[in-house]
Each structure stands twice: as C-alpha cells, then as structure tokens.
C-alpha cells in the first residue's frame, strides 16, 4: 500500500520547511521531499574546504519575518543571529566611506565628506522609517487583488489605503516615488556624495537584471532596507553556523511538529487527477499520494515542467512563461589563510566585520550593468562582501577566515549562451578578487581555496531558473498582487488543492520564511482549519 500524507512539500528550502512546519502543527500529516543532498535551498551552509563552512548562496539575514522566529521558537532550535555592523566602502583614491549603526559616528563619517548629506542622512533614515512602517504589513498579508470585488480583498485594500492616508503627504510622496524611481533619482533626491549614492544604491539592484539607474529599483531598494529597520532593533546579521543553521532550526520546528523529511527525493511530476492535485512521482518512479501538494519551487519548475500542459488553462500557462527570472549574480567563497589588507585603511580593524562593498561610483554600478546589457559579466563588478569567521569563528579553522563575495552582474544569458559559463567559471572567479585585490592587494595571496558559483550553477544545483536568485525578479510588474501571475498570488493555483509557498510568491525572496507562512495560513482557510 502506497503511503498518503495530508500535505507533500516540493522544497527543503527555507520555505518549503516555514509551510511544512505551519502545516504539521496545524494537525496535518507532512512529508517534505528535497532534491539536493542537505535541506536550505539558497539557505544553505555546506562545508566545501575541511574545516571551511561557507553560506555558498545567502551570506547575511534580515528579512526573517520575527512571527516566524517567535512562533516556531526558533532559538530554542539553535537559530543565533549575530549582529552586523555597519558597511565599509574602499574608494579607488585611498579613501573611504564606514557607515556603521552607530549613528553619531557615522553622521561624522558622512560629514567628512559632505555636511548636507550629513543632515539629509538623518531625514533620509527617518522617511524610510515611515515607509518601512507602511510596508511591513504587508509583508505578512496575502496581498489583495484591486481588480476584484472579493469582500475580503475590498477590507485589505481599505485598511491599505486608510494606512496611507495616515502617512504625512511627504512620506506619501516618497512612497509613489519609490515604487516608480530608479535608486539613483530618488538618492539624488537627498544626497550629494557620489560614493554615499553609489553604495546605497547597490541595494536597489541586488537580484535584478537592472542598473542603478533603472526604474523600479528603488522598490528593492526598500525591500533591502526593511531588514536594516530590523537590524537597529532586531535580526540583522549573520547566523551562527552560517544561513544554513536557520534552514536547519525551521526543519527542527517541523520535526517536533511531526513532519517527516527526506534529501535526494527529487520530484519529477505532480499527480493531477480530475482537476485536483493527488500527490507526486519522484525521479526514481516512485508515487507518493497527498490530499495537498504545496510547491516551494518556481513557477517555470512546477507548472512547465512538473505538470502536463492539458491541465493548466493556456492563459495561465502564457503568464507563466512571461514571468521574467533573468539570472544576474554569481558567488565566490574565498577561503582565507589571513585577513584581507586594504590600503585605505589598513589593519585588522571593525571595518572588515560588517559589509564591504565594492561600489566606489554611481558610474562605476551603471558600467557594471552596461556590460551585462549586450551579454557579458562585468569586468569591474559589484561586489557585496562578508567575512563571517570574524564574527563566528565556528566557519572556519583557528586563524584562518572565509570571504564570502556576491557579484553582479553575471548574467544568465551569456551572449554566447549559457552553457558558455562551464568555460568562464574560473576567468570569472579570476576577475572578482582581482578587482578585489585592487583595493586589498594582499588578497591574491592569501587565497587557499576558491568556489565560483555562476548563474548556470544556480539553475542547475539549487533549481533557481535563470540563476534568479529570489525565484524571480522583484521588479514592479512581478510584486504584490501580481506576484507570481497576475490573478494567481493567493498561493492558488488553477488545479486544486495544488499551492505555491515558495520565494516566486508574494512577498519575494530573501530569507523571510513569509511566503512559506501565509501559503499554510491561506491553506489551512481551505481546509476549515482556521
Ligand atoms: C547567491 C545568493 C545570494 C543570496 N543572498 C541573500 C542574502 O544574503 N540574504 C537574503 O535574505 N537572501 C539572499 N538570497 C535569497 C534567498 O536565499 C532566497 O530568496 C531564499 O533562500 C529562497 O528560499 P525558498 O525556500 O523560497 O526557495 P529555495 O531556497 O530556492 O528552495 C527551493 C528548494 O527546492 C528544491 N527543489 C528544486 N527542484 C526540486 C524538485 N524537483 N524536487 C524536490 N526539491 C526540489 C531546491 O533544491 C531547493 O532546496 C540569496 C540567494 C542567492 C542564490
């Protein structure tokens, strides 16, 4: 007799275990199926040089949803964020920016280079506040639909608008703007300091096929900075034992929940009967019957790939295939033997615990992109870097350290094709601590081992389409009510009792654990639970 579950979970991902946890305490009977050999998806710690544990995809938390923490009891299944201070930007001519989350000191930071953009920091950080305030929200709420009448869409949107009203109409200016604006435009709006713009913008592109001048990135912008919001008060940081450990504490929440969780069970289709989902069959054949199948994978896997076409409508279908991915980042973990040196400011100083960025002008990021543009990874890019051993040694040997860099752009569509990154793996890893190493020469050095994960890599090992590192861009028409298909961002699908709970679902990526929440809240609605 085949075995049944009430709810099959496609994905260990972060997600994909929030979802199975939710679930399991809810009284259902869960079984999660992950394809790889260890649970995270792109939250993930694996072990890749002895003694060397790196976070190989997601390097830093923020988003995490702080009802998630709380209500899965998350620390006293190991979870420890250790905080993050500050991020250090290296310029070209020996000097530097070092803003930290101590506030007084870096308004003299900033001072040194501009007064005004001294004063405006202060302003700037205030409105974000408020914008940060007004999305939050919605970070936990099945996003409604303005085109329909639905009662229940028609109260979120009032409650919405009602939230709106109350922001002063500055803060109601601001926040059209960015929805609307290029990162760039709207810092232009406050500041003056070329390398203060450049570095805060780089949070604008992060995930997406745009420059920092591109409309709609001063939404990611935002989305970015909710977990800064956090960071002055709550999780921002890294976890001990690297992204990883948090897959690992939401999996031990499912276990105690009873769910049951198996590795290396790839799903090769979803079992579609009458309209409504049965179960699924893995790779190896096998058929595993659920009353729910809810998938923590992107749309393209699960509805082109996981399900034959005679059972979606052809509309549906077509939305599907114009969700955009467009895979723009790549990774290298370093593996260190010392500390980078850097010239503008040498020694072994607090600057190399938060964020470094290689960001050093507003043109040096539009460059980046340019490249990208007509299918080539930038030859100078930018880079996000992290040394997570300084803050918990546990990742690596005594003495030695890990720099973990997240580059862009590394585009997916490579102009001679993808497959052609097999080739440029190694000339891309070579390119990223070069331009490193022009600000920390000792680099070249000091390297003892070298991992580059490329976009290809991501769609291939992680099941990320495109190499999109949130499960699809976050740009204005993939958001919110649109978030994955327009219609469709209510973690319904068109086949009944088939969900969606996963990063391609409202409110996108980043280890948030929301999607992965709401999707059980909205099916446990179904089934009368709650
Ligand atoms: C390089 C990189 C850097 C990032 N940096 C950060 C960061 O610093 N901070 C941050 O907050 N976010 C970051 N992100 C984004 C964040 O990691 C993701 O948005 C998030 O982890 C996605 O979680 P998920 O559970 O929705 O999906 P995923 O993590 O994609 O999980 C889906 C799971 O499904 C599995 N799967 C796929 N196909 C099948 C199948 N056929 N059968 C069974 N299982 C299958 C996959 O193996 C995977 O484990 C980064 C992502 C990447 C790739």
């Known amino acids: 007799m085949p075995a049944k579950y009430d709810a099959i979970i496609i994905g260990g991902g972060h997600n994909g275990l929030v979802n199975a946890a939710y679930l399991a305490r809810a009284g259902k009977k869960v079984l999660v199926l992950e394809r790889r050999h260890v649970l995270g998806g792109a939250a993930v710690t694996e072990e890749i040089f002895p003694g060397f544990k790196f976070s190989v995809c997601s390097y830093v938390v923020s988003l995490l949803r702080p009802e998630i923490i709380r209500e899965l009891d998350l620390p006293r299944h190991g979870l420890e964020i250790l905080p993050l201070d500050g991020t250090f930007t290296p310029m070209p001519g020996g000097d530097h920016?070092?803003?930290?989350?101590?506030?007084?000191?870096?308004?003299?930071?900033?001072?040194?280079?501009?007064?005004?953009?001294?004063?405006?920091?202060?302003?700037?950080?205030?409105?974000?506040?408020?914008?940060?305030?007004?999305?939050?929200?919605?970070?936990?709420?099945?996003?409604?639909?303005?085109?329909?009448?639905?009662?229940?869409?028609l109260m979120k949107l009032l409650?919405?608008?009602?939230?709106?009203?109350?922001?002063?109409?500055?803060?109601?200016?601001?926040?059209?703007?960015?929805?609307?604006?290029?990162?760039?435009?709207?810092?232009?709006?406050?500041?003056?300091?070329?390398?203060?713009?450049?570095?805060m913008s780089a949070s604008g592109i992060i995930g997406t096929f745009l420059g920092v001048r591109s409309p709609g990135t001063a939404y990611v912008l935002l989305h970015h900075y909710m977990g800064e919001i956090d960071g002055a008060f709550r999780s921002w940081g890294f976890a001990r034992g690297g992204t990883g450990a948090i897959s690992e504490a939401i999996a031990e929440a499912a276990r105690e929940a009873g769910v049951e969780i198996r590795t290396r069970a790839s799903i090769g289709k979803i079992l579609v009967k009458g309209g409504r989902a049965r179960g699924v069959v893995l790779e190896n054949g096998d058929e595993i019957q659920a009353d729910i199948v809810s998938s923590s994978v992107d749309p393209n896997r699960t509805f082109l790939r996981m399900i034959?076409?005679?059972?979606?409508?052809?509309?549906?279908?077509?939305?599907?295939?114009?969700?955009?991915?467009?895979?723009?980042?790549?990774?290298?973990?370093?593996?260190?033997?010392?500390?980078?040196?850097?010239t503008c400011l040498p020694g072994p100083g607090a600057h190399l615990r938060g964020a470094i960025s290689i960001s050093p002008s507003v043109e040096y990021m539009?460059?980046?992109?340019?490249?990208?543009?007509?299918?080539?990874?930038?030859?100078?890019?930018?880079?996000?870097?992290?040394?997570?051993?300084?803050?918990?040694?546990?990742?690596?040997?005594?003495?030695?350290?890990?720099?973990?860099?997240?580059?862009?752009?590394?585009?997916?569509?490579?102009?001679?094709?993808?497959?052609?990154?097999?080739?440029?793996?190694?000339?891309?890893?070579?390119?990223?601590?070069?331009?490193?190493?022009?600000?920390?020469?000792?680099?070249?050095?000091?390297?003892?081992?070298?991992?580059?994960?490329?976009?290809?890599?991501?769609?291939?090992?992680?099941?990320?389409?495109?190499?999109?590192?949130?499960?699809?861009?976050?740009?204005?028409?993939?958001?919110?009510?649109?978030?994955?298909?327009?219609?469709?961002?209510?973690?319904?699908?068109?086949?009944?009792?088939?969900?969606?709970?996963?990063?391609?679902?409202?409110?996108?990526?980043?280890?948030?654990?929301?999607?992965?929440?709401?999707?059980?809240?909205?099916?446990?609605?179904?089934?009368?639970?709650?």
């Open 308 to 342: 034959d076409p005679e059972h979606l409508p052809s509309e549906f279908l077509e939305e599907v295939r114009r969700y955009k991915f467009r895979g723009s980042s790549g990774k290298v973990n370093l593996a260190l033997d010392a500390l980078p040196e850097f």
């Open 159 to 199: 409650f919405l608008g009602r939230r709106f009203q109350s922001l002063s109409s500055g803060d109601r200016y601001n926040q059209v703007q960015l929805m609307t604006m290029s990162a760039i435009d709207f810092l232009d709006q406050w500041f003056e300091t070329d390398v203060l713009k450049a570095t």
């Open 366 to 530: 539009e460059r980046a992109y340019d490249e990208a543009k007509y299918g080539a990874y930038s030859s100078r890019p930018y880079i996000d870097m992290v040394i997570p051993s300084l803050t918990d040694p546990s990742v690596a040997p005594p003495g030695k350290h890990i720099l973990s860099c997240f580059v862009q752009y590394a585009p997916y569509k490579l102009k001679e094709g993808p497959e052609a990154w097999e080739l440029k793996r190694e000339a891309f890893g070579d390119t990223v601590v070069d331009t490193v190493a022009q600000y920390a020469p000792n680099l070249k050095n000091i390297v003892v081992g070298r991992q580059v994960i490329t976009p290809l890599d991501l769609d291939r090992e992680w099941g990320l389409t495109e190499g999109n590192i949130f499960q699809g861009e976050l740009s204005l028409e993939q958001l919110f009510f649109l978030r994955p298909v327009p219609g469709w961002a209510n973690y319904r699908t068109p086949i009944r009792n088939l969900y969606m709970c996963g990063s391609a679902t409202h409110p996108g990526g980043g280890i948030m654990g929301a999607p992965g929440r709401i999707a059980a809240m909205e099916i446990l609605k179904d089934r009368g639970a709650r």
């Open 97 to 153: 920016l070092w803003r930290v989350n101590d506030h007084a000191r870096t308004m003299r930071e900033i001072s040194r280079h501009s007064r005004a953009d001294a004063d405006a920091y202060e302003e700037f950080g205030k409105a974000m506040l408020q914008m940060c305030r007004f999305v939050k929200p919605i970070l936990s709420m099945t996003p409604p639909d303005p085109t329909t009448l639905n009662p229940r869409d």
